[in-house]
């Protein structure tokens, strides 16, 4: 099948995507990498009367470090359009924030992220999707714009149901801030995946920050696979913050970051208990990793 017909245009800038987002409606999809929305168009999932097309947009590239300034540890911006195989080639991305440089080899497989862009797999905000996990543990701030201005979206507040966001339609994401963080800390993403390249079962990325006393000063743990929409295990993270690490064990924070899911998808891959199964194994595993990392830092 091939995609019904479109008009095609291409903005030069945000300025202009934004004004065209506005004018067009809901009749408008945003197209950046293409990888998710090529193949709803291909099978008409998706049928829109008109795509913009970032792909020349001016000022929706690029990876820099900023700060640290009143008193926070500072933020690695990442333009939303840059490609996934950006961050995987980028030495400041892998020193600046570890878990996004070490999420990006488990996407697809390299043609998908030559093309894919990281703020096209946040906007598509699919629950099964690594780098909607990472921005949920570490904390992100997701940038968007549209003709009434510029405001900031916390990750936990940006992902709203099945393949939906806090988005509005004539807004764009514009670029995403991932928190650095400094000191005893450590990283971990851990999925399981019937092949290299599907998407995962289940999967969690996990972030530990350790004090002078072995205490967990702070944490995040992002799931994914395991809903609708990916998951933050906020009450795993209040459990083991404050605690000594000794005194965690990573098998009581996988257990933990699963209790009380109750939407856990079931389908031809695996069914809803086993996911939550895959889940805690992958917490813990990932636990235990990210904790040696901070240990030793």
Not at 67 to 88: F, H, K, M, N, S
Request: charged content about 25%; hydrophobic content about 50%; overall charge negative.
């Amino acid at each position: 099948m091939k995609p019904a017909a479109f008009d095609h245009h291409a903005p030069a800038d945000v300025g202009e995507a934004v004004a065209m987002l506005a004018d067009l409606g809901e009749d408008a999809k945003v197209i950046a990498g293409g990888q998710s929305l090529v193949p709803m168009l291909a099978l008409r999932l998706a049928v829109p009367e008109h795509l913009v097309d970032l792909r020349r947009t001016a000022g929706l590239r690029g990876v820099a470090e900023h700060g640290p300034a009143d008193g926070r540890d500072g933020v690695l911006r990442v333009g939303a359009c840059t490609t996934q195989t950006a961050i995987e080639r980028s030495a400041e991305a892998a020193r600046a924030v570890p878990l996004l440089a070490r999420a990006t080899p488990l996407i697809g497989h390299f043609q998908i992220r030559n093309r894919g862009t990281v703020g096209g797999s946040l906007a598509h905000a699919d629950a099964a999707a690594e780098y909607p996990a990472v921005a949920l543990a570490l904390g992100a701030l997701l940038h968007a714009r549209s003709p009434r201005g510029a405001r900031t979206v916390p990750a936990d507040r940006f992902f709203t149901g099945m393949w939906t966001t806090d988005l509005a339609d004539d807004e764009l994401l514009t670029a995403v801030d991932f928190p650095v963080w400094r000191g005893r800390r450590g990283f971990a993403i851990e999925e399981f995946a019937r092949r290299g390249g599907d998407f995962a079962i289940a999967g969690a990325a996990v972030a530990v920050e350790l004090d002078a006393a072995d205490r967990v000063r702070r944490c995040g743990i992002g799931l994914f696979g395991l809903g609708a929409t990916p998951l933050r295990a906020a009450a795993a993270e209040e459990a083991a913050t404050g605690t000594a690490v000794a005194d965690v064990t990573a098998d009581e924070v996988g257990r933990a970051a699963v209790a009380g899911l109750d939407a856990v998808p079931a389908d031809l891959h695996a069914s809803a208990d086993h996911r939550r199964h895959v889940g805690a194994a992958v917490t813990a595993r990932a636990w235990r990793r990210a904790v040696r990392e901070a240990a030793h830092a």
